[in-house]
């Protein structure tokens, strides 16, 4: 049987991290807010624990707490599975993230990979 590939762009990293959410509806009117964790992270997206599942396709703004920093991100949900009662891991795929933020993510990762 042949090894599967890796489709992901990024790798990704176990990281857990709090963050706080803004969803955004089909129609881009914020319509939750809430807290929750990481469950992993990359480059280009991350796995979050909520209490809230969302449907694919709709909008999130984050705010993920990393070491001493803030980082801002948008993205779009790419899938939301129940893992418990009321508990949900959400897939989302950064959409924005300005450059100064995109440049402590690097150097977290960076820093991560090099201990």
């Known amino acids: 049987m042949a090894p599967i590939q890796e489709?992901?762009?990024f790798p990704r990293l176990d990281s857990s991290h709090l963050i706080s959410y803004t969803h955004y509806?089909?129609?881009?009117t914020p319509d939750a807010m809430g807290m929750g964790k990481t469950l992993d992270l990359s480059q280009g997206g991350v796995t979050i624990q909520t209490h809230?599942?969302?449907p694919a396709g709709t909008g999130l703004?984050?705010?993920i707490a990393i070491e001493e920093r803030l980082i801002k991100a948008k993205g779009r949900v790419i899938h939301s599975r129940q893992v418990e009662e009321e508990l949900f891991d959400v897939g989302v795929c950064f959409?924005?993230?300005d450059e100064a933020d995109r440049e402590s993510?690097?150097?977290f990762f960076k820093?991560?990979?090099t201990a």
């Open 7 to 9: 489709r992901r762009r």
């Open 25 to 28: 509806d089909e129609t881009d």
């Open 52 to 54: 809230a599942s969302f």
């Open 61 to 63: 703004e984050l705010v």
């Open 95 to 97: 959409t924005e993230i």
């Open 105 to 107: 993510l690097n150097q």
């Open 111 to 113: 820093k991560i990979s």
